[in-house]
Structures are given as structure tokens and as C-alpha cells.
Antibody, heavy 123, light 107 residues
Framework: EVQLVESGGGLVKPGGSLRLSCAAS????????MHWVRQAPGKGLEWVSSICRDSANIYYADSLKGRFTTSRDNDRKLLYLQVNSLRGEDTAVYFC????????????????WGQGTMVTVSS | EIVLTQSPGTLSLSPGERATLSCRAS???????LAWYQQKPGQAPRLLIFGASSRATGIPDRFSGSGSGTDFTLTISRLDPEDFAVYYCQHYASSPYNFGQGTKLEI
């Protein structure tokens, strides 16, 4: 079964850091682009970051550049999102998603989604 | 940066009716790199349509996408009770891969 499972969320104080993980199974992880999307409580979807299959190209939402870092370990089938200097507005469910086709770039619809991990930033 | 505007914000219809959802882009979306997603409360989004008009695997044929350039439409031909949810469009033509703000389809 094709599956993505996020972990690493939790309650963190403003200014703190977290590393979110996304474990992939059931497909050739190294062949697909991967993506992070977040959703604040009661709000819409917000694209966060995308990484191509060999990590050669990584993109971020402008508002998050410098604080968020995306990486992947193809051998371990893991996607990561390092989030630093957290603020209240970063409170959200963070989803990882897999690109639709194994063609290498990040210009893909987001086909497979995990169930998300909740990050709460509060003192 | 391509900004997507969805309309209406909320659409109130009944099962069996036809739903038409709109997504307008602030500039042309190259190669029709436009997707539609469905999200139900407490669930992850589900990909419905990619490439503006291609249905994802397992999506019923009552869902159809159309449009090009800056104007795109998601049509649900006959609403099933399970279709009441929030729908988002997204472009993936160039970073940032923005989403629209969503259309809530309610009974």
C-alpha cells in the first residue's frame, strides 16, 4: 500500500524549533518529487515547500524562506522539514505529499497525502 | 507569482444537482498545470483533477475539469451526498505552487 506518515509535531514555544518527518512506503521514494503543505486551524491549504527527487531543486514559500528547510533521505525513504524560529502563525497541520508522476521535477500535482502532523506554537 | 481566486466562497446545493466551481488565475497557467482537490473535515486533501482536465485514479466520472489560460472550472454533474466538502484549486506551473482559498460545497 502506498503510504505517507508524518511525525514530529507537537507543542513548542515561540522561537523554538522542530524537525518534521514523513516516512514513505509502498513506492519507489527516490523517483518522486515530494512536497509540504500546511493548514492553520479553520483555514485553507498553504503550500510550504517542494523538493525534486534528487534534491537538486528545492523551493519554498517566500514568507518561510530562511526559517524552514526541506531535505530528503532517499535511502531511508524519509522527507524532512526543519522549522526554526517558530511563531504563532506557524500553528497548523503539516501535510507531506507525493508528486503524481516519477518524472523528476517538482511540477506535479500532489497525488498521495499523509494524514498530517499538528504543530502548535504557544507559550 | 500566480494567485488563484476561487468562486463562489460557498455553494449551497442539493444532492442530484449540478455544481460548477470556478478558479481564476492572476496570469496564464502554462501547460494547464492546474489541479483540483477535495477535502473533508479532519481528512487530508484528495487529488481529483490534474492537468486541468484529467481525472486522477479512482475519481468518479461525475467530476470533470475544464479551462485553460487563466480560467478553470470544476464541474460535478450530479451531486452525491459524499461530495459535500471543500474544494481547492492549485497551480504547479512555477514556484510558488499556490492554492486557491477554497470553495465550500454545502447542502
Amino acid at each position: 500500500e502506498v503510504q505517507l506518515v508524518e511525525s514530529g509535531g507537537g507543542l513548542v514555544k515561540p522561537g523554538g524549533s522542530l524537525r518534521l518527518s514523513c516516512a514513505a512506503s509502498g513506492f519507489t521514494f527516490s523517483s518522486y518529487s515530494m512536497h509540504w503543505v500546511r493548514q492553520a486551524p479553520g483555514k485553507g491549504l498553504e503550500w510550504v515547500s517542494s523538493i525534486c527527487r534528487d534534491s537538486a531543486n528545492i523551493y519554498y514559500a517566500d514568507s518561510l524562506k530562511g526559517r524552514f528547510t526541506t531535505s530528503r533521505d532517499n535511502d531511508r525513504k524519509l522527507l524532512y522539514l526543519q522549522v526554526n524560529s517558530l511563531r504563532g502563525e506557524d500553528t497548523a497541520v503539516y501535510f507531506c505529499a507525493r508528486g503524481l508522476s516519477p518524472v523528476g521535477g517538482t511540477r506535479e500535482a500532489f497525488h498521495i497525502w499523509g494524514q498530517g502532523t499538528m504543530v502548535t506554537v504557544s507559550s | 507569482e500566480i494567485v488563484l481566486t476561487q468562486s463562489p466562497g460557498t455553494l449551497s446545493l442539493s444532492p442530484g444537482e449540478r455544481a460548477t466551481l470556478s478558479c481564476r488565475a492572476s496570469q496564464s497557467v502554462s501547460s494547464n498545470y492546474l489541479a483540483w482537490y477535495q477535502q473533508k473535515p479532519g481528512q487530508a486533501p484528495r487529488l481529483l483533477i490534474f492537468g486541468a482536465s484529467s481525472r486522477a485514479t479512482g475519481i468518479p466520472d461525475r467530476f470533470s475539469g475544464s479551462g485553460s489560460g487563466t480560467d478553470f472550472t470544476l464541474t460535478i454533474s450530479r451531486l452525491d451526498p459524499e461530495d459535500f466538502a471543500v474544494y481547492y484549486c492549485q497551480h504547479y506551473a512555477s514556484s510558488p505552487y499556490n492554492f486557491g482559498q477554497g470553495t465550500k460545497l454545502e447542502i
